[in-house]
């Protein structure tokens, strides 16, 4: 029996949910990835924009200032910009970005200069762009199907973008959102 199954992706720990291997073909991809992203809306509902500035979410590794919640959803949103672009790509012509077209493979300063390019934006900016993006990568996975999506080609990088990046990003931002809440932050006052 298939512990995993058992695994309440919406409300389970988040280490339980990431021991769910949901390239599994037994899973369902696009229900899935809906509890995921409503998992992600869900964490930080009720914060004020102010809270959404605040640094201490995560330090930057690439050494630049510390995350804030705007900093992270920027982050996913930028991310799914750029997937959107990459499966339209992947799309017509079947050839998949690598990591060297993201500063030569060196992501934490890829992600920094991401982070340059979102830091005007206010949260609700940031909270429509990345819906909108979501939309968008959305209607091109779909395009794709889903036995294309769970190739080695295209799993990295489809995956990453609807499901493994939000699960990374939850891991951080779900404790600091708690923390915001709790005014534990020592930067809140």
């Not at 009720?46 to 640094?55: E, I, K, N, Q, T």
């Not at 799914?80 to 990591?99: I, K, M, N, R």
């Amino acid at each position: 029996m298939d512990l995993t199954a058992a695994v309440d992706l919406g409300r389970a720990p988040l280490a339980d949910v990431q021991t769910v291997d949901l390239r599994a073909p037994e899973r369902d991809l696009w229900a899935d990835e809906a509890v995921l992203w409503a998992r992600l809306q869900a964490s930080w509902t009720g914060l004020d924009d102010a809270a959404w500035r605040l640094p201490g979410a995560a330090p930057s590794d690439a050494g630049g200032p510390d995350w804030s919640l705007l900093d992270h959803v920027a982050h996913l949103a930028g991310w799914q910009d750029l997937a959107v672009d990459y499966v339209a790509t992947a799309l017509a012509s079947g050839a998949w970005p690598t990591d060297s077209d993201f500063a030569g493979g060196d992501f934490d300063v890829f992600n920094e200069r991401l982070r340059d390019e979102w830091a005007a934006f206010d949260p609700a900016e940031v909270r429509s762009r990345l819906a909108t993006g979501h939309d968008r990568l959305l209607a091109n996975a779909h395009r794709l199907g889903e036995d294309a999506i769970r190739t080695d080609d295209a799993w990295s990088w489809v995956f990453m973008a609807l499901h493994g990046h939000q699960l990374e990003h939850l891991a951080i931002i779900e404790p600091w959102v708690d923390r915001l809440r709790t005014g534990r932050t020592g930067n809140a006052g």
